[in-house]
């Protein structure tokens, strides 16, 4: 005799995809990991390279690459020694764009939130 499986309501699915829609935003929420992201999209770098440009430790941009390669924003390639970082999905550049587009059109406002900031 097979076990029936406990339905799963849709609101119940909807507050689940609404709620990793929302923790992958926080992903790119973070400022370091914002600007990581933007790196990448230039081109392939280390975590060497990384800490040169962004002047912070080297184990805080391992934290913050494993963050982004968990999520899929960021994949990797060995090659010899080195482990070269990148984003390697378009979907990933578009989102960075809308942003900047919609951030650029609403940046008073975005700046002067206080709501978001608040905990």
Same mark, same amino acid.
């Given at each position: 005799m097979r076990m029936a499986l406990p339905k799963i309501k849709e609101h119940e !699915? /909807?507050?689940v995809s609404t709620d990793l829609a929302a923790k992958y935003f926080r992903a790119l929420?973070?400022? #370091?990991? /914002?600007r990581? =992201? *933007? /790196?990448?999209? *230039?081109g392939p770098l $280390? @975590? #060497?390279?990384? $800490?040169?440009? /962004?002047?912070i430790p080297?184990? %805080? @941009?391992?934290?913050?690459i494993a963050c982004l390669r968990w999520c899929g924003l960021v994949g990797s390639e060995n090659q010899g020694k080195w482990t070269y970082?990148? =984003?390697n999905n378009p979907k990933i550049r578009k989102i960075i764009e809308l942003v900047r587009a919609l951030v650029s059109? %609403?940046?008073e406002h975005v700046a !002067?939130?206080?709501?978001?900031? !608040?905990?």
């Open positions: !699915a /909807l507050d929420g973070d400022p #370091t990991r /914002l990581i =992201v *933007e /790196l990448l999209m *230039e $280390t @975590v #060497t390279d990384l $800490t040169q440009h /962004l002047r080297q184990s %805080n @941009v391992s934290n913050h970082y990148s =984003v059109a %609403n940046a !002067a939130c206080t709501r978001i900031d !608040a905990r």
